[in-house]
């Protein structure tokens, strides 16, 4: 329970950061409506993108480099596109960020690390 308060604190003061990053790389590579932006303490995944386009992020990301933390946003944002994990989604994740396997295994390799 302490790491959830601790969690939503924290997040009160990256949301407006993650928010305009949002809006940039879907700006540069998607152009899709994102209906909200949502930071909060998840350690199931780390992001998720609804049929509603909301974009929920978990807070675990504050822990991890930029170049990661954009592959994730970079990931949910292709969700608005292809609601799936099919080739064409891949196709998308793979245009918008050519080197993204070594992000995806940055997150494999360094989850524990990514916590409070």
């Given at each position: 329970?302490?790491r959830?308060?601790?969690?939503r604190?924290?997040?009160q003061d990256?949301?407006s950061d993650?928010?305009?990053?949002?809006h940039?790389l879907?700006?540069?590579f998607?152009?899709?409506?994102v209906k909200?932006v949502v930071l909060k303490?998840n350690?199931?995944n780390?992001?998720?993108?609804?049929?509603?386009?909301?974009?929920?992020?978990?807070?675990?990301?504050?822990?991890?480099?930029?170049?990661?933390?954009?592959?994730?946003?970079i990931?949910?944002?292709a969700h608005?596109?292809?609601m799936?994990?099919s080739?064409?989604?891949?196709?998308?994740?793979?245009?918008a960020?050519?080197?993204?396997k070594e992000?995806?295994?940055?997150?494999?390799?360094?989850?524990?690390?990514c916590?409070?």
């Amino acid at each position: 329970m302490v790491r959830q308060l601790l969690s939503r604190v924290v997040a009160q003061d990256f949301q407006s950061d993650m928010e305009r990053r949002v809006h940039e790389l879907n700006h540069l590579f998607f152009q899709k409506p994102v209906k909200s932006v949502v930071l909060k303490y998840n350690t199931s995944n780390w992001g998720s993108c609804s049929s509603a386009s909301n974009i929920n992020l978990s807070t675990c990301l504050l822990f991890a480099p930029d170049d990661v933390v954009d592959y994730v946003i970079i990931h949910e944002l292709a969700h608005l596109v292809e609601m799936n994990h099919s080739s064409r989604f891949w196709k998308l994740v793979e245009e918008a960020m050519p080197d993204y396997k070594e992000k995806k295994k940055w997150l494999k390799q360094n989850w524990q690390t990514c916590n409070f």
